[in-house]
């Protein structure tokens, strides 16, 4: 597939569901298979770089008016012998995908490269260690101005604020993460720290996980995040990844985040029901 100008994670999947349906997911299966996955992501991002550097190659290549077999001999012929044959084969079969623009098929073709580097950190054992440090470390974001205004600042070079992200996170966390945190710095349309959510989103769909974002005043016990893993398991027939936020504005009891719905069962939402019902 190709890479997008500014599509990115955050607006490809609703694309991606709402206008060409399985798509995405034939792809998914296509990076599924066995392949080498030492190298896999390096490629697939070279190439993603490659494309936003040429308009006319990105179109050529999810052009609906030429023959699917056509795109894909036009994604081998570029590609071949300057990227991994596993690299190769997942262009290939992107292009021959009927995508909505050139920019949802790039899009789509740096998803791939985020759930390459998402398998390599499974391969080492460390795919969630990988989510719960990107989690971590987008909360350190979003709650640090400077950092977030550094990071979203164009007139630094993206190699310094890609640094910057290195410089954060060296000799801290998994390789994985400081890789897929220095790529979210390129992230156009959405915010840093909501490109690392979508991130986390990724890796719990490798181990077909959902995520949930449980905004508490004070830490909870081991005790209590069995009970709401396991009750939020129940509700949703899936394994759930429970990632702990402290925040000030929860008066007792505690907000739930999983995908598009809110659980409100703080002392707040209740006070301020209850004065709705007398206004």
């Known amino acids: 597939m190709s890479l997008g100008d500014d599509a990115r994670l955050g607006a490809l999947d609703t694309v991606l569901d709402d206008e060409i349906g399985g798509g995405k997911g034939l792809v998914d299966r296509v990076l599924n298979r066995p392949a080498p996955i030492e190298t896999l992501a390096t490629d697939l991002f070279g190439v993603v770089d490659a494309l936003q550097g040429s308009v006319a190659l990105r179109r050529a290549l999810s052009d609906p008016g030429t023959p699917e077999q056509a795109r894909r001999q036009l994604a081998h012929g570029v590609l071949d012998g300057k990227v991994s044959k596993a690299a190769v084969n997942v262009v290939a079969e992107a292009a021959a995908v009927r995508w909505a623009g050139p920019r949802t098929f790039v899009s789509a073709i740096e998803r791939q490269a985020i759930r390459a580097e998402l398998a390599k950190a499974d391969a080492a054992g460390q795919l969630e260690e990988t989510e719960d440090e990107l989690f971590r470390f987008g909360r350190l974001v979003a709650s640090n101005p400077e950092v977030r205004e550094a990071l979203a600042d164009?007139?630094?070079?993206?190699?310094?604020?890609?640094?910057?992200?290195?410089?954060?996170?060296?000799?801290?966390?998994?390789?994985?993460?400081v890789v897929l945190a220095q790529r979210a710095v390129l992230a156009r349309e959405r915010t840093f720290d909501h490109t690392l959510e979508e991130?986390?989103?990724?890796?719990?769909?490798?181990?077909?996980?959902?995520?949930?974002?449980?905004r508490v005043a004070r830490p909870l016990t081991d005790e209590q995040l069995d009970r709401m893993r396991s009750a939020l398991?129940?509700?949703?027939?899936?394994?759930?990844t429970v990632q702990v936020v402290l925040d000030e504005q929860v008066i007792g009891g505690v907000r739930v985040e999983l995908g598009d719905e809110v659980i409100e069962g703080t002392v707040a939402a209740k006070l301020e029901e209850a004065r709705r019902l007398f206004t």
């Open 154 to 177: 164009r007139a630094m070079g993206l190699e310094h604020r890609q640094e910057l992200v290195q410089d954060l996170l060296r000799g801290k966390v998994s390789d994985s993460t």
């Open 199 to 214: 991130y986390v989103n990724l890796a719990a769909e490798q181990k077909n996980r959902l995520v949930a974002t449980v």
């Open 233 to 240: 398991a129940r509700q949703t027939g899936r394994p759930v």
